[in-house]
């Protein structure tokens, strides 16, 4: 959603009034404003949520803009944009349109983002699925009004185009040409030669001015290396669906291996739902319609939405992409609508990003799927920062993110296509970031005994042959003229989640993917329909918009957003290892090993090649509710103020709840202390469980200086940290009354 730049300039004068009522809201954190099918709870019981926290964005930009005074934003250079491909510099007039300037949240924003997040996660909490607006998200956890006026009329005095404000201004997009974008961000954009394939890129990381250090990440991005499309090439299927050495998945074989028919016949089967879709190329309903008709589908066709000039179809891979991520989300979520948002890639920008933003910041659908990919590295610290944030985003706001793993195997930095890996383990930054729920890929372990899985005829009308389900092992075909094997490892970037914890998961620190997968090899591949010809495909590509189609399923059934469905996947996994429903399929053989490169085995419950494993749907489905609360904990707050006297003391009570079996010690330290003012906190530390009361005591010397000062104190467990902002004024004593 557009944010038009006359707001920006409209008076900021707000009668008294409405600033107290405002005043009131924001601290009370009431001023929501949810639709009404989700209001919050008008009077939460726990103390402790009453006083959840809230960053109000701050004016960060406060000296003067000197494009002479600059610094540089590192990590914003392509891996590959090296001196030896170098070939020229590009023309001046070289077009460069649709850029993001990502913007970033201040500490306290981001602290307090973490803890709005958990709370609605928390089945306990009065916050649980209480989800933001774009608009509500910007004004709480976006930069400031007045910041983003100053980045855009910024941008504006270089030539440039601004575009869009993003709703929750996160972002900017605007178009310039490499001339401008050379003298605004003090880089050079030049044309690189590697192998066969020309592109063009900075030559060095750009620079900002000064100012603008604390509110922009960098630019997503100045250069056109694009994500890779996360599928095995389309090739003709036998005449036979059941004929050969490989079997294929149609729609109804789908729905018996992973036990949906059970929800098709309750008609829970993604009506009144949708999905959204990411793509860069368009696509022919025809063969939607062909694919439907074919295999026995209702009619449904995908509501297609271009995000600004329509690209068309312009290469086959690309176009096989859109085609099985919008045949197959429709194939699982029969019923569901599936929104299509395609845009066109420029010079500078990926048309898979731009369509992710559009679907985020319309706040388009409860699930969405991106079938793209590009590991960690290669996206530079502006394009993780973007993911990553857009995902936060896309959260707070209810949206359930499925991205593919990948299908280089451990090798997440290499093509696909390579016959042996180059770099070292990386995985697909899109789907690492802790927000999104990233899907690995399963391969079907049904050679040895097929026709006890697969019946020597296609059934009339769905042609379908799937007995049952199928037992499973990690997909890996890399010895078929590439790497070809599912993605997967350690991320070099994020802590590790709290609710990624259970059976199997990695004691690392670290963010381990995937999270859960389906099938995707190329043995007992996807069919499809393409240019008006049925293809099978393989690929996390199916994986990742077919899990996006159950979770509509999930979305019927209990009447609600879910936002991250992690936090309900690794809970349900949990009860599932103590007895509960067996809703995934545990894979325990095969590895994500490929040419050149080691790497991870399946194993009992969580792994790093299949993560939880795949589905059973119905189940799934069904036992959702059993979900219970994230391991955490709460600190509040007796007060957020506190005033004491130079040369006296002052204290305050902080408090900790603990949830869904939370079992650690909580310690408490205190930051932004003025000069004279010193804090104890009786105890220092809640043994485990964590839960409990502390005194946090401050004390002034006759010399502490006059003033009213924020500072935060912290409950930290692990890696787990909970900020509480304080607001401390320090009083100078009365002086005497001389005679």
Same mark, same amino acid.
């Given at each position: 959603?557009?944010?038009?730049?006359?707001?920006?300039?409209?008076?900021?004068?707000?009668?008294?009034?409405?600033?107290?009522?405002?005043?009131?809201?924001?601290?009370?954190?009431?001023?929501?404003?949810?639709?009404?099918?989700?209001?919050?709870?008008?009077?939460?019981?726990?103390?402790?949520?009453?006083?959840?926290?809230?960053?109000?964005?701050?004016?960060?930009?406060?000296?003067?803009?000197?494009?002479?005074?600059?610094?540089?934003?590192?990590?914003?250079?392509?891996?590959?944009?090296?001196?030896?491909?170098?070939?020229?510099?590009?023309?001046?007039?070289?077009?460069?349109?649709?850029?993001?300037?990502?913007?970033?949240?201040?500490?306290?924003?981001?602290?307090?983002?973490?803890?709005?997040?958990?709370?609605?996660?928390?089945?306990?909490?009065?916050?649980?699925?209480?989800?933001?607006?774009?608009?509500?998200?910007?004004?709480?956890?976006?930069?400031?009004?007045?910041?983003?006026?100053?980045?855009?009329?910024?941008?504006?005095?270089?030539?440039?185009?601004?575009?869009?404000?993003?709703?929750?201004?996160?972002?900017?997009?605007?178009?310039?040409?490499?001339?401008?974008?050379?003298?605004?961000?003090?880089?050079?954009?030049?044309?690189?030669?590697?192998?066969?394939?020309?592109?063009?890129?900075?030559?060095?990381?750009?620079?900002?001015?000064?100012?603008?250090?604390?509110?922009?990440?960098?630019?997503?991005?100045?250069?056109?290396?694009?994500?890779?499309?996360?599928?095995?090439?389309?090739?003709?299927?036998?005449?036979?669906?059941?004929?050969?050495?490989?079997?294929?998945?149609?729609?109804?074989?789908?729905?018996?291996?992973?036990?949906?028919?059970?929800?098709?016949?309750?008609?829970?089967?993604?009506?009144?739902?949708?999905?959204?879709?990411?793509?860069?190329?368009?696509?022919?309903?025809?063969?939607?319609?062909?694919?439907?008709?074919?295999?026995?589908?209702?009619?449904?066709?995908?509501?297609?939405?271009?995000?600004?000039?329509?690209?068309?179809?312009?290469?086959?891979?690309?176009?096989?992409?859109?085609?099985?991520?919008?045949?197959?989300?429709?194939?699982?979520?029969?019923?569901?609508?599936?929104?299509?948002?395609?845009?066109?890639?420029?010079?500078?920008?990926?048309?898979?990003?731009?369509?992710?933003?559009?679907?985020?910041?319309?706040?388009?659908?409860?699930?969405?799927?991106?079938?793209?990919?590009?590991?960690?590295?290669?996206?530079?610290?502006?394009?993780?920062?973007?993911?990553?944030?857009?995902?936060?985003?896309?959260?707070?706001?209810?949206?359930?993110?499925?991205?593919?793993?990948?299908?280089?195997?451990?090798?997440?930095?290499?093509?696909?296509?390579?016959?042996?890996?180059?770099?070292?383990?990386?995985?697909?930054?899109?789907?690492?970031?802790?927000?999104?729920?990233?899907?690995?890929?399963?391969?079907?372990?049904?050679?040895?005994?097929?026709?006890?899985?697969?019946?020597?005829?296609?059934?009339?009308?769905?042609?379908?042959?799937?007995?049952?389900?199928?037992?499973?092992?990690?997909?890996?075909?890399?010895?078929?003229?590439?790497?070809?094997?599912?993605?997967?490892?350690?991320?070099?970037?994020?802590?590790?989640?709290?609710?990624?914890?259970?059976?199997?998961?990695?004691?690392?620190?670290?963010?381990?993917?995937?999270?859960?997968?389906?099938?995707?090899?190329?043995?007992?591949?996807?069919?499809?329909?393409?240019?008006?010809?049925?293809?099978?495909?393989?690929?996390?590509?199916?994986?990742?918009?077919?899990?996006?189609?159950?979770?509509?399923?999930?979305?019927?059934?209990?009447?609600?957003?879910?936002?991250?469905?992690?936090?309900?996947?690794?809970?349900?996994?949990?009860?599932?290892?103590?007895?509960?429903?067996?809703?995934?399929?545990? =894979?325990?053989?095969?590895?994500?090993?490929?040419?050149?490169?080691?790497?991870?085995?399946?194993?009992?419950?969580?792994?790093?090649?299949?993560?939880?494993?795949?589905?059973?749907?119905?189940?799934?489905?069904?036992?959702?509710?059993?979900?219970?609360?994230?391991?955490?904990?709460?600190?509040?707050?007796?007060?957020?103020?506190?005033?004491?006297?130079?040369?006296?003391?002052?204290?305050?009570?902080?408090?900790?709840?603990?949830?869904?079996?939370?079992?650690?010690?909580?310690?408490?330290?205190?930051?932004?202390?003025?000069?004279?003012?010193?804090?104890?906190?009786?105890?220092?530390?809640?043994?485990?469980?964590?839960?409990?009361?502390?005194?946090?005591?401050?004390?002034?010397?006759?010399?502490?200086?006059?003033?009213?000062?924020?500072?935060?104190?912290?409950?930290?467990?692990?890696?787990?940290?909970?900020? =509480?902002?304080?607001?401390?004024?320090?009083?100078?004593?009365?002086?005497?009354?001389?005679?």
């Amino acid at each position: 959603m557009s944010y038009p730049l006359a707001t920006f300039m409209r008076s900021r004068a707000i009668p008294f009034l409405v600033v107290t009522t405002l005043f009131v809201l924001v601290f009370g954190f009431l001023a929501l404003d949810p639709p009404a099918s989700a209001q919050l709870a008008p009077n939460p019981p726990t103390p402790f949520f009453t006083q959840l926290p809230f960053a109000e964005p701050q004016d960060r930009i406060t000296s003067f803009i000197d494009d002479e005074q600059t610094v540089t934003l590192p990590g914003n250079r392509h891996p590959l944009a090296l001196p030896q491909y170098d070939a020229r510099a590009v023309s001046p007039d070289y077009p460069m349109d649709r850029m993001l300037l990502t913007l970033l949240p201040d500490d306290a924003q981001q602290a307090a983002l973490a803890q709005l997040l958990d709370a609605q996660h928390n089945p306990e909490s009065p916050y649980y699925h209480q989800w933001l607006t774009p608009e509500q998200y910007g004004d709480r956890f976006g930069v400031s009004e007045d910041d983003a006026a100053q980045v855009t009329a910024w941008l504006q005095t270089h030539g440039m185009t601004v575009e869009e404000v993003t709703a929750g201004r996160g972002s900017i997009v605007f178009s310039g040409t490499a001339d401008q974008v050379e003298s605004a961000f003090h880089t050079q954009i030049h044309t690189y030669r590697i192998g066969n394939e020309v592109h063009h890129a900075n030559a060095s990381d750009p620079a900002i001015p000064a100012a603008f250090a604390q509110v922009v990440g960098g630019v997503v991005s100045l250069h056109d290396f694009r994500s890779a499309t996360m599928h095995t090439g389309a090739r003709l299927p036998a005449p036979d669906y059941t004929s050969g050495g490989s079997y294929y998945l149609a729609p109804a074989d789908f729905a018996t291996i992973y036990d949906l028919a059970p929800l098709y016949q309750q008609s829970i089967n993604g009506s009144g739902q949708s999905v959204a879709i990411v793509a860069r190329s368009n696509i022919n309903i025809a063969d939607v319609r062909q694919f439907r008709t074919s295999f026995d589908l209702p009619a449904n066709d995908p509501q297609i939405i271009v995000n600004g000039t329509d690209p068309g179809i312009f290469s086959s891979g690309e176009e096989t992409e859109a085609d099985l991520d919008v045949e197959w989300s429709g194939a699982v979520g029969r019923s569901a609508s599936i929104k299509f948002v395609v845009s066109k890639s420029t010079n500078s920008s990926d048309g898979s990003y731009l369509s992710a933003q559009y679907i985020v910041g319309h706040n388009l659908a409860p699930v969405m799927s991106m079938s793209f990919g590009q590991c960690e590295a290669a996206l530079g610290s502006s394009g993780n920062s973007f993911i990553n944030s857009l995902w936060q985003q896309a959260a707070a706001q209810g949206m359930t993110v499925f991205v593919s793993s990948g299908d280089s195997g451990a090798a997440g930095c290499d093509s696909a296509s390579t016959s042996r890996a180059t770099h070292a383990r990386g995985v697909n930054g899109l789907c690492s970031s802790p927000y999104s729920v990233c899907v690995g890929g399963t391969k079907f372990n049904d050679a040895s005994n097929p026709s006890l899985y697969w019946s020597p005829s296609n059934a009339s009308g769905t042609q379908s042959s799937a007995l049952s389900y199928i037992p499973e092992v990690v997909w890996n075909e890399s010895s078929s003229g590439g790497l070809w094997a599912r993605g997967g490892g350690v991320s070099t970037l994020y802590a590790k989640p709290s609710w990624q914890t259970g059976t199997g998961v990695p004691a690392d620190g670290k963010r381990d993917v995937p999270d859960v997968s389906l099938s995707a090899a190329g043995h007992d591949g996807y069919l499809m329909y393409q240019s008006g010809g049925l293809y099978v495909v393989g690929g996390t590509s199916a994986s990742s918009p077919s899990f996006a189609g159950a979770m509509a399923l999930v979305i019927q059934h209990t009447g609600a957003r879910q936002g991250n469905a992690n936090t309900a996947f690794y809970s349900l996994a949990s009860k599932q290892r103590a007895g509960g429903a067996s809703v995934f399929h545990d =894979i325990t053989s095969g590895n994500n090993s490929v040419p050149g490169l080691t790497g991870f085995g399946a194993t009992t419950g969580y792994d790093q090649a299949t993560g939880l494993g795949s589905i059973d749907a119905s189940v799934l489905v069904s036992h959702w509710s059993d979900a219970t609360a994230t391991p955490s904990f709460h600190a509040s707050a007796s007060s957020t103020s506190l005033s004491v006297t130079a040369g006296s003391n002052g204290s305050l009570s902080l408090n900790v709840a603990v949830s869904g079996a939370f079992n650690a010690a909580v310690a408490f330290s205190v930051t932004g202390l003025p000069s004279g003012i010193s804090a104890t906190f009786t105890p220092a530390t809640l043994p485990a469980p964590g839960s409990g009361a502390s005194t946090l005591k401050l004390t002034a010397t006759s010399l502490a200086k006059a003033g009213t000062y924020s500072v935060t104190v912290s409950a930290t467990s692990g890696t787990t940290k909970q900020p =509480i902002g304080l607001s401390i004024t320090c009083v100078s004593p009365r002086a005497p009354i001389r005679p």
